[in-house]
């Protein structure tokens, strides 16, 4: 196939109006990188800002779950990482397989098809095939594609997901549901809530939200990034990587940024905004980002466990009945997330959003 030159391309129209997306373009056999994805230079990645792995996110075996010990370790990882590698899961090695290959499918699908669930085209909000994040409000665009499933109900998912994955993300999102109600009430412990009602449910796990990322082989990774620097607006957000990684997270305390390598069979689970603002900032929603590959194409699934867009959140009575200053407002998850949605990825500037 012959290159071809970027700059006699309409990049915004080849890859989200005509629905290439950057799988597209990668497929064109680009030998530079279009300069709508050149990143500022403090936002590519600088490797002498990275720390060697000697000290990366904790791997907690879940295997037995009711270990004092591994509540510890869980609730020391939400409070000092944000991040934590978890394996010995309960989520069937098969299931992860499978919603695996079948993000490989929907990319491989014509763009078509893909385009019928764009923003323009979908039937409904709670299905989205997209590029970068938010492209009329971003600078310089990031390297990846999306599916995003928002989920309502089985019915709606059942006609409306698109049949190529839509029985994989579902069977994910159903076998990492005792996952994440172990995960939920183990960090609720460590603040001294004792019993997650239906009100306390719905706002730690009324909602939830599947991506299928892919990330394409990239002609200059240096220059650009898949996922620039961000937090989830989640509460928790329960990820499966493949084998080829990418995933940083930032030290609290060197600021630097820490690969988080791929472990055959794990989940990388992240405390999200949410949780940040409902724990009074004890658990840290931290802030990573995504480097692009200039050799592979990679791939990520990521559930969002979400309060409801109709709950108010705001710190937990338990955590503040103790005379502990509250630094977070109540506020509308939904405000909450339209904000985040409205701008380009900005680090943790969202969550300055609730603060007092």
Known sequence: MPTIDSKSLNILDFVVNQGHGVKGLAELGLETLPYQYIQPPQERFNTSHEEDNKDSIPVIDMSNSNDPHVAKAICDAAQKWGFFQIVNHGVPTHVLEDVKDATHKFFALPPQEKLKYSKEQSVTHNVRFGTSFTPEAEKALEWKDYLSLFFVSDTEAASLWPPTCRDQAMEYIKSSELLVKKLLN???????????????????????????????????????????????????????????????????ETMKWIHVPPVSGSLVINVGDALQIMSNGKYKSVEHRVTANGSNNRISVPIFVNPKPSDVIGPLEEVIASGEEPLYKNVLYSDYVKHFFRKAHDGKATVEFAKI
Do not use: A, W
């Open 186 to 252: 183990i960090l609720m412990n460590g603040l001294n809530v004792k019993e997650i009602d239906e009100t306390k449910e719905s706002i730690l796990m009324g909602s939830k939200r599947i991506n299928l990322n892919y990330y394409p082989k990239c002609p200059s990774p240096e220059l650009t990034v898949g996922v620039g620097r961000h937090s989830d607006v989640s509460t928790l957000t329960i990820l499966l990587q493949d084998d080829i990684g990418g995933l940083f997270v930032r030290n609290m």
